[in-house]
């Protein structure tokens, strides 16, 4: 069994900033391409970020030089710094992550989700 735990949601003003976190823990036998999510109310779940085992990345256009998406091998965590933040970021924030287990099984693991609000 693979669990994802995410942490550092919360409530920022506009122009503030927060990083989220969202490590993967059980039977790993290795972690591939590991992304964040974001999904409003009534509004399809959209691709933020996503960073490959190479370290390659991606953005959505919205969100380019304003957050930045990182990971730790060591840790088996991913990580999403989030910059100049604005109202319009305000969603709840899932991870997802390939995950080889070790039973040599590649499926693909969904975190619990964090509710990121910006509002003054």
């Known amino acids: 069994q693979v669990q994802l735990v995410e942490s550092g949601g919360g409530l920022v003003q506009p122009g503030g900033s927060l990083r989220l976190s969202c490590a993967a823990s059980?039977?790993?036998?290795?972690?591939?391409?590991m992304a964040w999510y974001r999904q409003d109310p009534g509004k399809q779940r959209e691709l933020v970020a996503a960073?490959?085992?190479?370290?390659?990345?991606n953005y959505a256009d919205s969100v380019k030089g304003r957050f930045t998406i990182s990971r730790d091998n060591a840790k088996n965590t991913v990580y999403l710094q989030m910059n100049s933040l604005k109202p319009e970021d305000t969603a709840v924030y899932y991870c997802?992550?390939?995950?080889?287990?070790?039973?040599?099984?590649?499926?693909?693991?969904w975190g619990q989700g964090t509710q990121v609000t910006v509002s003054s």
């Open positions: 960073i490959t085992s190479g370290g390659g990345t």
């Open positions: 059980g039977s790993i036998f290795r972690i591939y391409t």
């Open positions: 997802n992550v390939d995950i080889k287990s070790d039973y040599k099984i590649l499926s693909n693991y």
